[in-house]
């Protein structure tokens, strides 16, 4: 299956500011995704990372605040926008590689202070 | 939306007890999959049920998909301290690439 590589593994922001989490993967996907996920939780799913075209968000989720980029099949890009500490959790990227099944990334521990 | 109610929240046991963790919902899925979490890393895939009824094992765990692939078990026997985790039921709908995942089952077994 597809190994993804999730960078930084974790950050600590001042409010206001914006973070640009980068996830590649070892080879060509079709889909991508963003999650969040407060630590021992659930996941969230954020957004469909579409290559050659925007995102898709889930409700409560939106493009000014959470950018995606996608410009390959390899990569993707979650930027968290003017970061609130309401935004300190875990992002995760996912990829589904058809018979691979989905893969994560090891997350990305996001602090806001 | 489809929804997936995934039960007990938070499991402590003994070393080499047996439990079993659920995942219901009332919508059908069409696969359904259980993941493994630690802390610091992302979720693990442990396997995918895509027919109703399926059972599969892997090596002291075992996984049930209902007939009607609306819930899925995971049950595991002798449990070890190496089992300690976060456990993740996700469903696939039909057509849909997108997983909606259960609120997990934090297991602690202690030596």
């Known amino acids: 299956s597809a190994v993804i590589s999730q960078k930084p593994s974790r950050d600590i922001c001042q409010r206001g500011t914006s973070l640009t989490i980068q996830c590649q993967v070892d080879s060509q996907v079709t889909m991508m995704f963003w999650y969040r996920q407060q630590p021992g939780q659930s996941l969230t799913l954020i957004a469909t990372?579409?290559?050659?075209?925007?995102?898709?968000?889930e409700s409560g989720f939106v493009i000014d605040k959470f950018p995606i980029s996608r410009p390959n099949l390899t990569f993707s890009t979650l930027t968290v926008s003017n970061m609130s500490p309401e935004d300190s959790s875990i992002y995760l990227c996912?990829?589904?590689?058809?018979?691979?099944?989905?893969?994560f990334g090891s997350g990305t521990r996001l602090t806001v202070v | 939306t489809q929804l997936l109610e995934q039960s007990p929240q938070f499991l402590s046991i003994q070393e080499g007890e047996n439990l079993t963790v659920y995942c219901n919902s009332s919508?059908?899925?069409?696969?359904l999959q259980w993941y493994r979490q630690e802390p610091g890393e992302g979720p693990v895939l442990l396997v995918t049920v895509v027919t109703g009824g399926e059972v599969k094992k892997l090596k002291r765990l075992t996984f049930q998909f209902g007939d009607a692939r609306k819930d899925s078990s995971l049950h595991i026997t002798a449990a070890q301290p190496g089992d300690t985790g976060l456990y993740l039921c996700?469903?696939?709908?039909?057509?849909?690439?997108?997983?909606?995942f259960g609120k997990g089952t934090k297991l602690s077994v202690i030596p």
């Open positions: 996912s990829a589904w590689a058809g018979a691979g099944g989905y893969t």
């Open positions: 990372a579409n290559q050659g075209s925007e995102a898709t968000y």
């Open positions: 919508s059908v899925f069409s696969s």
């Open positions: 996700a469903g696939a709908g039909a057509g849909s690439y997108q997983l909606t």
